[in-house]
């Protein structure tokens, strides 16, 4: 399972994905990097067929300034994944002998930056279309996508686009955490980066960790609230 997260904030956006690759065909898991810097100021992840997710990282590493000096960033996204999704779909065999779940070629891309003091999150489709998500503040993909979406939803009272990306960061990883505790197929590490008017900063694996301690504090203060309120 892939999970592939991003949250809008009062001074930024953070994105956030699980590592843990599933191949049916093969019938294992690995870890694998999903969470991709797009420029300085921008990060992408990807679920689904991993040929084109490669293509797809090539692409952005080479036409990253394209893309977010754009007018419409969507648009110059969709124009870069479009030829790969086609080029993809175009040479697949579908029926290969001896393999009964071959997998298909379609893959999904989100994206997401901070540009003029805006917030953007946006997804192409398999079949190429353009989601834009700032305005909802909340989106995932991947096929933890609905359960993230749940998570999501929880956390939504918490009112994260009037929070700052610190408080974004230990909110993604509290849904990945979520994730990773009933869904066997999502895992640890973890991924974050933090976007803001400074550009993308993809955290360490020790940041992560203190974004780790903060989210059990959090979680400890939640429990002695609802002691309180219910002894």
Known sequence: MTVVLAT?????VVI????????KGRGMTYPAEKLHPLGDTAAWGGSGARSVLTDVKQCFN???AAILEAPDIGRALQAQVLPILRYHYET???????EEDGGTPSAYVMAAGWRDGEPWIIEITPSGMIG?????GFHAI?????MAQQAGSLLSHFRLGQRSVRFGCAAVLRVLHAL????????KPF???????KGAHHLSDEEIEEVGEVVRKWEEAEQAVIAKVFD
């Open 62 to 64: 080479e036409k990253s």
């Open 180 to 187: 990773d505790l009933t869904s066997a197929s999502v895992g």
């Open 8 to 12: 809008v904030c009062e001074d930024g």
């Open 191 to 197: 991924s974050l980066c933090r976007i803001d008017a």
């Open 16 to 23: 956030g994905s699980d590592s843990q690759i599933t191949d």
């Open 92 to 98: 697949f065999i579908e029926d290969v002998p001896g």
């Open 142 to 146: 991947g096929s933890g996508a609905a």
């Open 132 to 136: 834009h998500y700032a305005d909802i």
